[in-house]
Antibody, heavy 119, light 108 residues
Framework: QVHLVESGGGVVQPGRPLRLSCEAA????????MHWVRQAPGKALEWVAL????????YYSDSVKGRFTVSRDNSKDTLYLQMNSLRAEDTGVYYC????????????WGQGTLVTVSS | SYALTQPPSVSVAPGQTATITCGGN??????VHWYQQKPGQAPVVVVY???DRPPGIPERFSGSNSGNTATLTISRVEAGDEADYYC???????????FGGGTKLTVL
């Protein structure tokens, strides 16, 4: 059974950095692309970033490009999101998501970790 | 960038059929996935690749996609179906993954 556990969330001041981690279990992590998806309080889901199974290709939403960096360590079955220059609008729950299929179905989600950007 | 439009809310009585739409420019040429999110929980895929159901999802959930509208249909609605529903596509032309704004399904 797929298990994704995010960590690293918390309260951070605007402009400061924060790194999220996602530990994966129950599947061959190195075979799958992984995404970060976030959700501001009371708002819709928003896709943040994708990293291919081998890290060879990475994509970002326009709202985080240049500030966030996604990476993975397949030897540790762990996904990361380095968030720099944080803004109030980055506040929300961040989900680690496994994709599968030809059309990138998001088939497994973590429980999420809350990031609050506030002074 | 590609945009998906959903009605903010849909209400239906138990036992009736709920229809949730997802509008997008020529969305019929895209492949649509649908997610259910209950309060305080992570989303769960209920329909993928326009009309397929993952194991464990009741047959009451079905999807279709044509022209400028994709549709999630929930037949014989139950109280437990009350949740937010999101459509999602992968816009391969821009390598962006897009969600609709979500629809809150209320079971009267």
């Amino acid at each position: 059974q797929v298990h994704l556990v995010e960590s690293g969330g918390g309260v951070v001041q605007p402009g400061r950095p924060l790194r999220l981690s996602c530990e994966a279990a129950g599947f061959t992590f190195s075979d799958y692309g992984m995404h970060w998806v976030r959700q501001a309080p009371g708002k819709a889901l928003e896709w943040v970033a994708l990293i291919w199974y081998d890290g060879s290709n990475i994509y970002y939403s326009d709202s985080v490009k240049g500030r966030f960096t996604v990476s993975r360590d397949n030897s540790k079955d762990t996904l990361y999101l380095q968030m720099n220059s944080l803004r109030a609008e980055d506040t929300g729950v961040y989900y680690c998501v496994k994709e599968t299929g030809t059309y990138s179905k998001f088939d497994s989600w973590g429980q999420g970790t809350l990031v609050t950007v506030s002074s | 960038s590609y945009a998906l439009t959903q009605p903010p809310s849909v209400s239906v009585a138990p036992g009736q059929t709920a229809t949730i739409t997802c509008g997008g420019n020529n969305i019929g040429s895209q492949t649509v996935h649908w997610y259910q999110q209950k309060p305080g929980q992570a989303p769960v895929v209920v329909v993928y690749d326009d009309s397929d159901r993952p194991p464990g999802i009741p047959e009451r959930f079905s999807g279709s996609n044509s022209g400028n509208t994709a549709t999630l249909t929930i037949s014989r609605v139950e109280a437990g179906d009350e949740a937010d529903y999101y459509c999602q596509v992968w816009d391969s032309s821009s390598d962006l993954w897009v969600f609709g704004g979500g629809t809150k399904l209320t079971v009267l």
